[in-house]
């Protein structure tokens, strides 16, 4: 197992997981005793089991567990996120499901159930639509804004270049990757969490793999780039 994000040791992610595997017992259990007494079951006590969950599975991705691993906890933080989202709190981490379903080729009838909820708060967002209508070329959508401007609106110039100019839409992500996306994500709890030891999950720029896949784009050259999960874009041919 080769770590992918190396800014934590095995040793520091296996002990992270173990926490995080504690706690959605622990968070479980509570869930379940509500349910038996009959009392209503906050969103928040949701919330932070979908924290444990989602975490988890950066966490696997990061400590170089094998992406079939991964795909066994996909479902089950959907069904939790299912019950706590909203844009508001959770729109990077849903960015993340999103595009970690599109890269590792879940069913539509999984992906949809991200769709409902995106749809149903009625999110203006170009990478949603971009991610979704790949999937659902039905559905049509496609906002001119981002939900979130910095650092996401970089997208809007990916998508725009890759329908005449692929190579200039793959050089656009490239500097998305190198000066902005973890620059852009500086007010975010888990920026810079890896200077201090304690917890680190790790630094993935899901979004920018699945823009790949979705845009047939050739990600040569980004290959070995930080916060690039190259081998989850290509994990369907590495597959067969």
């Known amino acids: 197992m080769e770590i992918r994000d190396k800014l934590f040791t095995e040793e520091q992610y296996i ?14 259990s509570m869930i379940e005793q509500s349910e038996k007494d009959g009392d209503e079951i ?19 991705y990061s400590m170089g567990e094998n992406l079939e691993s991964i795909k066994s906890n996909y479902i089950l933080t959907i069904n ?15 960015l993340w499901l ?9 069913d539509n009838n999984v992906i949809d159930k991200l769709r409902v909820l995106i749809d149903m708060k009625e999110v203006k967002d170009r990478v949603y639509d971009v991610l979704l209508n790949y ?15 910095v650092p996401y609106r970089a997208i809007l110039e990916v998508s725009d270049l890759a ?36 917890i680190h999950d790790g630094y993935w720029s899901f979004e920018s793999g699945a823009l790949v896949k979705v845009l047939g784009l050739d990600d040569s050259s980004l290959k070995g780039l930080p916060y690039y999960p190259y081998d989850m874009v290509h994990w369907s041919e590495n597959k067969i």
């Not at 992270?16 to 622990?26: C, G, N, S, V």
């Not at 999937?135 to 401007?149: G, S």
Request: charged share 30%; hydrophobic share 30%; with cysteine.
């Open 98 to 106: 999103l595009s970690i379903g599109i890269m590792l080729e879940y």
């Open 135 to 149: 999937r659902f070329p039905e559905r049509k959508e496609m906002a001119d804004c981002v939900f979130d401007a």
């Open 42 to 60: 906050s969103p928040d006590l949701y919330g932070r089991l979908f924290d444990c969950r989602v975490y988890t599975i950066v966490t696997m």
């Open 15 to 28: 002990k992270q997981l173990a926490k995080y595997t504690t706690r959605i017992e622990k968070l479980n």
């Open 163 to 198: 329908k005449t100019n692929k190579l200039q839409a793959t050089k656009r992500l490239e500097k998305y990757l190198k000066r902005e996306w973890y620059r852009g994500h500086s007010d975010c709890a888990w920026h810079d969490d890896h200077k201090y030891g304690i």
């Open 80 to 94: 939790v996120l299912e019950k706590c989202w909203t844009p508001y709190g959770y729109y990077v981490q849903m």
